[in-house]
């Protein structure tokens, strides 16, 4: 998944293009339609798009992922200037098997949750979230995604414990502007891919 943030309010006809912002800047890659901010091994972390009918970016769109179509030009594009474009999972569903108290904090809780239900591949996270319980079915951030806000996930540890990712809200997407509450879903939609759509508030 990659996503689009429409700077449009602020800055006329441009987009920030999010591809992985785990990857570490090392210099800027120009081209026609876009700017692009690469790690050493060329990988592009993220660019500015310079002209949103480029991508055929509605105005009403704020943040939102991608199309197929829109991807594959995006990556030829980067492909054309010897880049690289890692298309990672940004927000998938997941499902809470155990929840434990934070060995070093009682506001915090260790989560162990699955992702991928064919090879039961689990993976850890610190929230602070009470509400949180066994069985509940989540979306998180996987490392690498940038959410709306600015802020960018990145594997890192919690007071000593490892937590790659984090459990997001309807308010991470805005879709409910001063929402806390987490986005629950059913057993068959774990180690998929959250659909979203971010309208541009006019």
Do not use: C
């Not at 500015?48 to 991608?66: F, H, Q, V, W």
């Amino acid at each position: 998944m990659i996503l689009l943030n429409n700077l449009d309010k602020s800055f006329s006809n441009t987009s920030v293009i999010l591809v992985d912002a785990s990857l570490k800047y090392d210099s800027t890659v120009y081209s026609d339609k876009f700017v692009f901010f690469v790690d050493a091994e060329k990988q592009v972390i993220s660019a500015n798009l310079l002209d949103n009918s480029y991508l055929n970016i509605r105005s009403n769109t704020k943040y939102a992922p991608l199309n197929q179509n829109q991807v594959q030009l995006f990556v030829k594009e980067a492909s054309d200037k010897g880049l690289k474009v890692l298309n990672k999972p940004k927000f998938k569903y997941v499902k809470v098997l155990d929840k434990q108290n934070h060995p070093k904090s009682e506001k915090l809780f260790v989560l162990t949750l699955l992702e991928n239900v064919v090879s039961n591949q689990t993976r850890q996270l610190v929230t602070n979230r009470q509400d949180v319980k066994v069985g509940d079915v989540l979306v998180m951030a996987m490392p690498g995604t940038t959410l709306l806000s600015g802020l960018e996930i990145l594997e890192g540890e919690i007071m000593g414990v490892f937590s790659p990712g984090m459990l997001v809200s309807l308010g991470s997407f805005e879709l409910e502007p001063v929402s806390s509450d987490l986005i629950f879903a059913t057993d068959d939609k774990i180690g998929t891919d959250y659909e979203f759509f971010v309208e541009a508030s006019r």
